[in-house]
């Protein structure tokens, strides 16, 4: 079974930095695409970023084009994700996602297996 274990969320200063991994395990993730997404209460999941397992193509979300970074290490079947000048509106739970396949996609409707999430709370 596919299991996804996110870590590293937690409280940080407006302009400081997070690093958050998703340990990915119970399969080959070679043929995956993996993501990220974050969701505050009452509102819809949304796409943050995601990369391609095998190609290491990736796809942001405009709003944080250039502060956020994702990234894989095979070895190790994790991805990152490396979060700098966060901002408050960047507070949600974010959760880990996988999608069998080598293309992007951006909706929660096409990703297969989810992590548990993790809070990352910016305050001002």
């Known amino acids: 079974q596919v299991q996804l274990v996110e870590s590293g969320g937690g409280l940080v200063q407006a302009g400081g930095s997070l690093r958050l991994s998703c340990a990915a395990s119970g399969r080959t993730f070679s043929s995956y695409v993996m993501g990220w997404f974050r969701q505050v209460p009452g509102k819809e999941r949304e796409f943050v970023a995601a990369?391609?397992?095998?190609?290491?193509?990736?796809r942001y979300v405009d709003s944080v084009k250039g502060r956020f970074t994702i990234s894989r290490d095979n070895a190790k079947n994790t991805v990152y994700l490396q979060m700098n000048n966060l901002k408050p509106e960047d507070t949600a739970v974010y959760y880990c996602a996988a999608r069998m396949g080598n293309t992007i996609v951006v909706s929660t409707t096409r990703y297969d297996y989810w992590g548990q999430g993790t809070q990352v709370t910016v305050s001002s």
């Open positions: 990369i391609s397992w095998s190609y290491g193509s990736t």
